[in-house]
């Protein structure tokens, strides 16, 4: 029997998503998540896709990544698809931060493992997650060739004049201080697809992807490579995402501290957690500014205000990277409010037609899942929508990985 199944799964400092997919038609056999790890109340939604079943949940206290990770393969053996199945090919784990050193997926070892945790420094709240994960995979099945995906492998190809920031290169180099980016795995995928649906091949298109979701980064792909991003040594830099300040001046964080007597700490929660969309209006969730600002009134205004500052962002990223790469063929928007949002798409690109970029009224306010254009016909510029699909990425990056290994 050939084995064509792969498990994906991605570890959080709390939670575990998971999804089986069959690389034969990269369907997916069955999806879920596991929440609030290590609490009282933990929560498993498991909904096995490939026999049409219905979704099962439970609560109760799930202790750790291990317990979590035998509860999810005990729901995946009820529907026959256990980890133990001679059809699972591998796992693909996700691993948010892969330094300088992991340009590519890579087949996890005792060396692999101990490199991701030297990252740790770099990435504080996710290696250390994203390890017990592949640690916990590797005890249940050490057997299964388990792969590691990284969110900044994509980014690895940014040239030197991007990657760095102007400050002493000694300080910089000892701590490791550069642009990393994340969201790679998206930002592959969705140029990748935008490619394709332009009927050309990656290497035959510049794209400027907008990965807009409550996190959201900008990045510009030449040719298929990356050579800017906006997230930089962490995910906060670049755009107003939704509690996540993006860009700031540096002397902000001097100045909160010195002047208003905040500790490091606490700068870090309010630029992570309690800025960006959140910080300015209340509300992180785009779907809600907008209701907002439709009904009008006194509630509109500081959501007005939270939604021209998230475009105005927006717009200046993209005649950055307009300006990066000279030559654009397209423009794409992805992630939850790329994906659904029209109206931000709209304002996103109003006025530059001067630069080719226009939507059409009729195709951004259509509602689809489908990889689609949105400018009008003809224009020179494409505007598209191209649904991201981390998952599937990294259950193709790992098939292949494995599947190249075979015939070596
Ligand atoms: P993601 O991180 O990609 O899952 O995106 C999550 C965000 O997408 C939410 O916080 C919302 O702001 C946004 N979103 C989801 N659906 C819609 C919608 N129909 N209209 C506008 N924004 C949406």
């Not at 050939?2 to 369907?27: E, I, P, W």
Request: aromatic share 4%; with cysteine.
């Amino acid at each position: 029997m050939t084995a064509t199944r792969v498990l994906v799964l991605n570890s959080g400092s709390s939670s575990v998503k998971y999804q089986l997919l069959d690389m034969r038609d990269s369907s997916r056999l069955a999806v879920g998540l596991v929440e609030r790890i290590g609490e009282e109340t933990s929560g498993l939604k498991h909904t096995p896709l490939a026999n049409g079943g219905a979704s099962r949940e439970q609560t109760g206290p799930i202790a750790d990544h291990e317990a979590a990770l035998k509860a999810v393969a005990a729901e995946l053996a009820r529907d026959g698809l256990g980890l133990d199945s001679p059809e699972l090919a591998a796992i693909g784990h996700r691993v948010v931060h892969g330094g300088r050193h992991f340009t590519e997926p890579t087949v996890i070892d005792d060396t692999v493992v101990a490199e991701i945790e030297r990252l740790i420094p770099v990435a504080p709240l996710h290696n250390p997650a994203n390890l017990t994960g592949i640690r916990t995979a590797r005890v249940l099945r050490p057997d299964l060739p388990q792969v590691a995906v990284f969110d900044t492998a994509f980014h690895t190809t940014m040239p030197e004049s991007a990657a760095r920031y102007a400050i002493d290169v000694r300080t910089a180099d000892e701590h490791r201080i550069r642009r990393y980016g994340f969201h790679g795995t998206s930002h592959a995928y969705v140029s990748r697809a935008t490619a394709h649906l332009l009927g050309k091949d990656p290497s035959e298109v510049n794209v400027i992807v907008l990965h807009l979701g409550n996190g959201a980064s900008a990045s510009a792909v030449r040719a298929g490579r990356c050579v800017d991003t906006s997230m930089g040594l962490t995910p906060l830099e670049g755009l107003v995402m939704g509690t996540r300040s993006g860009d700031t001046d540096p002397a902000v964080i001097f100045h909160l501290a010195r002047v208003g007597g905040m500790s490091i700490d606490e700068i870090d929660t309010l630029l992570n957690k309690k800025s960006g969309l959140i910080g300015l209006c209340g509300d992180n969730d785009m779907r809600e500014i907008r209701r907002r600002i439709d009904q009008g009134g006194e509630d509109a205004e500081q959501a007005r205000l939270a939604f021209d500052i998230y475009i105005h962002r927006l717009r200046k990223y993209i005649g950055a990277y307009y300006a990066v790469l000279g030559r654009v063929d397209a423009v794409v928007f992805t992630a939850g409010v790329g994906e659904n949002a029209a109206p931000v798409r709209e304002a996103a690109v109003a006025g530059l037609e001067g630069l080719g970029l226009a939507v059409d009224a009729d195709r951004n306010a259509v509602r689809s899942g489908e990889p689609r254009l949105v400018s009008p016909e003809g224009a020179r510029v494409a505007v598209a929508v191209v649904p991201t699909d981390e998952e599937l990425e990294i259950a193709t990056q790992t098939y292949a990985l494995v599947e190249s290994g075979k015939s070596e």
